[in-house]
């Protein structure tokens, strides 16, 4: 079937995709912020409901998946500090590392507070097809006003975490 209608997304339709595309996308509250969420799929996507109900449990359980993201990235720049390093000391100028800094004492960053600094910018949930990666991606993102950079946190959709890779 290349079109579904679906209680979350409504009509899911993939029969007129040349490539890899978003068919769905909306915002979700995540706290104060909303965070931009994507559906993707492809021209050989067949999306069924039971994929469909996985991917929306993932906006609806969003909350939960940020807080298992939140503790790979902790542990992700507890082995590797570059990249908290990398924005101290491009961004020094920044309101949010000035704070940081000041509040760190004299010490280095602490990785708690950097992680609590990030955004979560967006979500990315790929039909099953399109693929070998992990199909939900949450991109993290320090001062995303002064900085390309991001920690993708890539997860099933049951939530298990499987990488965090830097990307720009």
Not at 23 to 41: C, D, H, K, M
Not at 144 to 160: E, F, H, N, W
């Amino acid at each position: 079937m290349k079109a579904i209608e679906h209680a979350f997304f409504g009509r899911v339709e993939t029969s007129a995709l040349d490539g890899a595309d978003v068919v769905w996308e909306s915002t979700s509250r995540l706290g104060e912020g909303e965070v931009e969420v994507q559906l993707w799929a492809g021209p050989s996507s067949e999306p069924d409901a039971e994929e469909l109900d996985a991917c929306a449990a993932c906006v609806t359980g969003l909350s939960a998946l940020d807080t298992a993201a939140r503790t790979a990235l902790r542990t992700y720049l507890h082995e590797d500090r570059y990249f908290i390093d990398f924005h101290v000391e491009e961004l020094e100028d920044s309101e949010t590392v000035v704070r940081l800094v000041r509040d760190a004492a004299d010490e280095a960053v602490g990785v708690d507070s950097f992680v609590a600094a990030m955004r979560l910018s967006s979500v990315g949930l790929w039909l099953s097809d399109l693929s070998d990666e992990p199909p939900v991606i949450l991109d993290y993102m320090f001062d995303p006003d002064l900085s390309d950079q991001i920690l993708a946190v890539k997860l099933t959709r049951d939530g298990t975490v499987v990488s965090v890779d830097w990307e720009s």
